[in-house]
Structures are given as C-alpha cells and as structure tokens.
C-alpha cells in the first residue's frame, strides 16, 4: 500500500471568534503543503452552510508521502495552533481511490 494513493480529510470547525486566524492558518499551511513533493493536491474548503467549519483536501503519491508531511515544520507548526483556534479537535480520515475520473 505504500505505493498506492491515498486522499486525506480533515474536518475542523473554529473556535468562536477566530475564523479569520484559522483561515489564515490554514492558508499558510497550504501554500506551505502544496510545495511538498508528495502533495499532488491540497486545499481548503470554508462550509457553505456554517463559515465556522473547514476541510481539509489532501492528495498524496503515498501513505509514506503523507506520513513524511505529518513531520514537516508547516504541520508541526499548525497543530501547535490547533488548541487556540479549533474548537474541539479535528476529523482526519483516509481514503484510497476506488473509481476515480479527474477533469
């Protein structure tokens, strides 16, 4: 499997007040993220139905690519600000393509 795809999703939601430094956090680990050799895609999606909750989208070449992001500085860094800005945790599953089609 270490060769294989894998997708990550993270589901966090801010804490009262503080969705601009989230968002900006989250920003800055993306731009960050997406310069990793591993990361195929990375973004950050605001919800349409509550602007206090975000995702996480994560491609990545391998679960070894993914693991080596978990240990970089920008990760590092983020979950450092994860207890001042995320309201109870985050969300972190991982998928493995089944049927896929990229436009």
């Known amino acids: 499997m270490a060769s294989e795809i894998v997708t990550n999703l993270v589901f966090l939601?801010?804490?009262t007040g503080k969705v601009g430094e989230l968002e900006g956090a989250?920003?800055?680990l993306a731009q960050e993220t997406r310069n990793e050799g591993g990361s195929v895609v990375y973004e950050?999606?605001?919800s349409t139905a509550d602007?206090?909750?975000y995702?996480?989208?994560g491609i990545w070449r391998s679960k070894a690519d993914?693991?080596?992001h978990m240990e970089t500085g920008a990760i590092?860094?983020?979950l450092g600000k994860v207890p001042t800005l995320v309201n109870g945790g985050f969300n972190l599953r991982l998928f493995t393509p089944v049927d896929v089609v990229r436009v």
């Open 13 to 15: 939601r801010a804490q």
């Open 26 to 28: 989250l920003r800055e």
């Open 44 to 46: 950050v999606q605001q």
């Open 51 to 53: 602007s206090d909750e």
């Open 55 to 57: 995702l996480i989208y």
């Open 66 to 68: 993914l693991d080596a």
């Open 76 to 78: 590092q860094v983020f």
